[in-house]
């Protein structure tokens, strides 16, 4: 059958249909999500549907990118049907076990490798820092491929979780030590860090964006952290004293209305020069205490 001058069953017309299916579900991006879930189906990238609009594709292609199409239409996240997901410059293994990884915490990723990178400057030796609850490893993972040199850390209080980023490191080539438990009680008595990086659940128990999107299907113990979705930001800021290096900082990714919660949290400590920056869309994201003495020489 042909349908103007593409044959139903080319790289176009499959896409086309897609999109338009997509579209109904999607507020956003339709064709970039169609385009991924093909290239997925026939290993390419998405160039070649440019290049070659009228390639024809087998009846067992167009069953597995169906399969594929379905289970997004049915509101499964697309990271993870692919299995896989572009953080920084790496790309991670993900599944239902650990949260997508987002561009907002790219912020915090360039943060740490420029108050890294200053600390090696001043002090000339590698920096030594802890990801908290690490997830998919997105953090520790982006931060040691950049940085091969720097003794990173991780945890997790899910072993499902430190699984995948056990796999994540083992894929990239990086060694980062992990432990399991809760986070700083994960950790041996021993350590210390110029360094505490973490992207905690932050999201109140009844907040309404859990029944929306992909959110739905991520697991809740990485999104949500009590009835105000503080309560893991309270706990990293509280005991972030006991296990920082003097001049040592902590950065940490909250809400987008948690920055005065999480600076007043900090600042209760004895934190000094603490200071919020914001995501691309204006809100503030990313806040960093720093356990100092005079000679301070982090980012600011």
Same mark, same amino acid.
């Given at each position: ?66 399969? #594929?199409? +379905?289970?997004?239409? %049915?509101? *499964? @996240? ?41 600390y090696y400057q ?7 820092m802890v990801d ?44 980062i030590p992990t ?30 964006? #859990?029944? +929306?999107?992909?959110? %739905?299907? *991520? @697991? ?81």
């Amino acid at each position: 059958m042909v349908v103007g001058s593409y044959i139903v069953n080319t790289t176009h017309s499959i896409l086309q249909s897609a999109i338009r299916q997509l579209s109904c579900i999607l507020h956003s991006s339709p064709r970039l999500e169609a385009e991924l879930l093909l290239s997925h189906v026939l290993q390419k990238p998405r160039s070649y549907f440019t290049a070659w609009p009228k390639q024809i594709l087998t009846v067992t292609e167009i069953n597995s990118f169906s399969t #594929l199409l +379905q289970r997004r239409l %049915q509101g *499964e @996240p697309i990271a993870y049907i692919l299995g896989t997901w572009d953080f920084w410059n790496v790309s991670l293994q993900v599944t239902s076990d650990v949260l997508i990884p987002r561009p907002e915490t790219e912020i915090l990723v360039e943060l740490v490798l420029a108050t890294g990178d200053q600390y090696y400057q001043h002090m000339n030796c590698v920096p030594k820092m802890v990801d908290l609850g690490t997830g998919s490893g997105a953090i520790a993972a982006a931060i040691k491929v950049n940085r091969p040199s720097w003794q990173i850390y991780a945890t997790d209080v899910s072993l499902k979780s430190l699984s995948v980023a056990q796999a994540n490191f083992q894929r990239l080539g990086v060694s980062i030590p992990t432990f399991c438990g809760n986070w700083y009680e994960a950790l041996p008595q021993s350590l210390h860090f110029d360094m505490i990086v973490s992207n905690p659940p932050y999201v109140a128990e009844c907040d309404p964006h #859990l029944q +929306q999107g992909d959110v %739905q299907q *991520e @697991p809740k113990l990485a999104l949500v952290s009590g009835v105000n979705g503080t309560d893991a930001l309270r706990i990293l800021c509280n005991e972030a004293v006991n296990w920082l290096q003097f001049n040592g900082a902590i950065f940490l990714e909250h809400g987008y209305n948690q920055g005065n919660v999480v600076r007043t949290f900090l600042r209760d400590t004895g934190m000094q020069r603490v200071q919020t920056w914001r995501d691309l869309a204006g809100h503030e994201r990313i806040t960093r205490g720093i356990k100092t003495n005079e000679n301070c020489y982090f980012v600011s």
